[in-house]
Nanobody, 126 residues
C-alpha cells in the first residue's frame, strides 16, 4: 500500500504559477501510474493529468493542455504538477492518486485509482 501526501497549493493571481508535489511513502511510487484530479465546490471530481510509471506517457485534460505539466522523479518518490497561466476556473482542491495500471482513457477515470491523498487547495483570484 502506498500513502500519498500533496503539497504546494495556495492562493495565486490569475496568470500566475504553482507547482504541486505528491510525495509517496510505504511503497515506491514508480510502481504506479500517478494522476492529479481536482474538485471544485459543488462539482464532481475531475481528471487533470496522469503520468505512467516510467514517465513514458502523459495524459492531460483538454482544459489544462498547454498550461499544466506533469512529471515525476522516481528517485525522490515524488510526482509534480507544474501549473502555469492559472485561471480562476482552476480553483479547486487538487488530489494526487495512484493506480497499479491504466491505459489510455482508463487513466482519466477516478474509479481506476486505488490510492488517494488528502488534497491541497488551489485558489486563483481574478
Amino acid at each position: 500500500q502506498v500513502r500519498l501526501v500533496e503539497s504546494g497549493g495556495g492562493l495565486v493571481q490569475a496568470g500566475g504559477s504553482l507547482r504541486l508535489s505528491c510525495a509517496a511513502s510505504g511503497r515506491t511510487l514508480s510502481s504506479y501510474t500517478t494522476g492529479w484530479f481536482r474538485q471544485a465546490p459543488g462539482k464532481e471530481r475531475e481528471f487533470v493529468a496522469a503520468i505512467s510509471r516510467a514517465a513514458v506517457t502523459t495524459y492531460y485534460a483538454d482544459s489544462v493542455k498547454g498550461r499544466f505539466t506533469i512529471s515525476r522523479d522516481n528517485t525522490k518518490n515524488t510526482v509534480y504538477l507544474q501549473m502555469n497561466s492559472l485561471k480562476p476556473e482552476d480553483t479547486a482542491v487538487y488530489y494526487c492518486a495512484a493506480t497499479t495500471f491504466c491505459y489510455n482513457s482508463a487513466c482519466y477515470a477516478t474509479l481506476n485509482y486505488d490510492y488517494w491523498g488528502q488534497g491541497t487547495q488551489v485558489t486563483v483570484s481574478s
